[in-house]
């Protein structure tokens, strides 16, 4: 079946534009995570939705980040007034089961590029 | 919270050789290890986990030891070929998310 999927697969903004990722998660998991990875590290947590409740937004690294799943499937990661920094591959991952345990299903990422 | 450390950053062995990447965690409460391999420009891909009821794990060239009294696991990969030249990511879980460690990357020379 088709795995996760996410869009766009490349993005170019420059500083103090707002961005929208999105992720499609394998159908029917219940579970989705985001994660962004900056070059030549691990995957570093940003957030988990267990169906449409955001149940951890700590990894957040500031309040121009904001996630949503409003039903339950597809998310949505924002990010307003880019900034250099905010530079990375956001991943997305998904899981069939609640709770960080479980198998994780990963996208192949969007990478973001601020100039 | 958790503190996931992993070594070697870089691994080059021969074709045929094992290889062998370690992971220390910081939070007693972890009880889940996957390990993911990443290959350039790739989404990470899981290849195996272990839960910390299991002292070992093992699927044909891949195997994962943990121990818990040590707060460290290891992955073994046996008869290396160069397809398993890629980064490793190990990670822990517990009360919160994931947290993964740096990477290896390894190279299989043929």
């Known amino acids: 079946g088709a795995g996760v999927s996410q869009s766009p697969r490349y993005k170019v903004a420059k500083r103090g534009q707002d961005v929208a990722l999105r992720c499609d998660p394998i159908s029917g998991h219940v579970s989705l995570f985001w994660y962004q990875q900056a070059l030549g590290q691990g995957p570093e947590f940003l957030t988990y939705?267990?169906?449409?409740?955001?149940?951890?937004k700590s990894g957040l690294p500031s309040d121009r980040f904001f996630a949503e799943r409003p039903e339950g499937s597809v998310s949505t990661l924002k990010i307003q007034r880019t900034q250099q920094e905010d530079s990375a591959v956001y991943l997305c991952?998904?899981?069939?089961?609640?709770?960080?345990?479980?198998?994780?299903?990963f996208g192949p990422g969007t990478r973001l590029l601020v100039l | 919270g958790e503190n996931v450390e992993q070594h070697p950053s870089t691994l080059s062995v021969q074709e045929g050789d094992s290889a062998v990447i370690k992971c220390t965690y910081s939070?007693?409460?972890?009880?889940?290890f996957p390990w993911y391999k990443q290959e350039l420009g790739k989404r990470p891909q899981l290849i195996i986990d272990i839960r910390s009821n299991v002292g070992e794990k093992k699927d044909q060239r891949i195997a994962v030891t943990l121990n818990k009294t040590a707060k460290h696991f290891s992955l073994h990969i046996t008869e290396t070929q160069p397809e398993d030249s890629a980064v490793y990511f190990c990670?822990?879980?517990?009360?919160?998310?994931?947290?993964f460690g740096s990477g290896t990357r390894l190279q299989v020379q043929p």
């Open positions: 991952a998904s899981s069939d089961r609640d709770g960080i345990q479980e198998t994780q299903y």
């Open positions: 939070d007693s409460a972890s009880n889940y």
């Open positions: 939705f267990q169906n449409e409740a955001q149940l951890d």
């Open positions: 990670a822990g879980g517990g009360r919160r998310a994931l947290t």
